[in-house]
């Protein structure tokens, strides 16, 4: 059965940091881009950020740019969140995702279409 856990969220204050890890079991999705996405209470999930095959390109929606950093393991097939300077706008519940493709471009197609559990983050002011 194929599996993403997504792990790592927590609490932290304003200007904190948080790495989130999301692990793939019952297969590997190294061949996959792979996508990072949240959703805030009474808000639509969102894109944060992406990752191609080999880690060599990544993606980054505009309000987190600079401040988080999406990387990969494919030895471990696992992909990881860096989030500093967590803002309390950054609350959310967080997602991983593989696109059906190695490389990531905008309005990429999944792989598949359910979703995991998530990781809850709060970003306390």
């Known amino acids: 059965q194929v599996q993403l856990v997504e792990s790592g969220g927590g609490l932290v204050q304003a200007g904190g940091s948080l790495r989130l890890s999301c692990a793939a079991s019952?297969?590997?999705?190294?061949?996959?881009?792979m996508g990072w996405f949240r959703q805030a209470p009474g808000k639509e999930r969102e894109f944060v950020a992406a990752?191609?095959?080999?880690?060599?390109?990544?993606y980054y929606t505009e309000s987190v740019k600079g401040r988080f950093t999406i990387s990969r393991d494919n030895a471990k097939n696992t992909i990881y969140l860096q989030m500093n300077n967590l803002q309390p706008e950054d609350t959310a519940v967080y997602y991983c995702?593989?696109?059906?493709?190695?490389?990531?471009?905008?309005?990429?197609?999944?792989?598949?279409?359910?979703w995991g559990q998530g990781t809850q983050v709060t970003v306390s002011s």
């Open positions: 990752i191609n095959w080999s880690g060599g390109f990544t």
């Open positions: 995702k593989p696109y059906s493709g190695s490389r990531y471009y905008p309005n990429s197609p999944f792989l598949y279409d359910y």
């Open positions: 019952g297969r590997t999705f190294s061949g996959n881009a």
